[in-house]
């Protein structure tokens, strides 16, 4: 499982230490945001269900939906998340259309 440090804001808040990663076994990627007060979940968590997230763009739209965004990603980390999932999956890294993805996801609004 790959796992990596983002900046995730929204609802008038931010959450430096979210993180964002590919879970191999459940085939998804996913977002922990904003740890609970009084239990160790965090308060924003998706990706917790088999491929619920097969590309970041459904991660951000499902992220956008609860409220949050975590975009842009620095190319770099997009690109070794794109890279964990080809890597898990066997697949070539990088391959067209996610590659497309990863480009138009990482253009600044």
């Known amino acids: ?5 983002i900046t995730v804001t929204g609802q008038a808040r931010s ?3 979210a993180v964002i990663g590919y ?3 459940l085939r998804t990627y996913f977002l922990q945001a904003f740890p609970h007060e009084e239990t160790d979940e965090p308060a924003l968590w998706l990706g917790t269900h088999d491929r619920a997230f097969e590309t970041l763009g459904y991660l951000r739209h ?3 939906a ?3 965004d ?3 990603l620095p190319p770099e980390l ?6 964990d999932k080809a890597a898990a999956s066997g697949r ?3 391959d067209g259309t996610l590659g497309e993805l990863l480009k138009h996801l990482n253009q600044p609004k």
């Open 1 to 5: 499982m790959s796992r990596y440090i």
């Open 15 to 17: 959450d430096p230490d």
């Open 23 to 25: 879970d191999p076994p």
């Open 62 to 64: 499902a992220a956008i």
């Open 66 to 68: 609860h409220g949050y």
């Open 70 to 72: 975590f975009m842009p």
């Open 78 to 83: 997009a690109a070794k998340l794109v890279d």
């Open 92 to 94: 070539p890294e990088r």
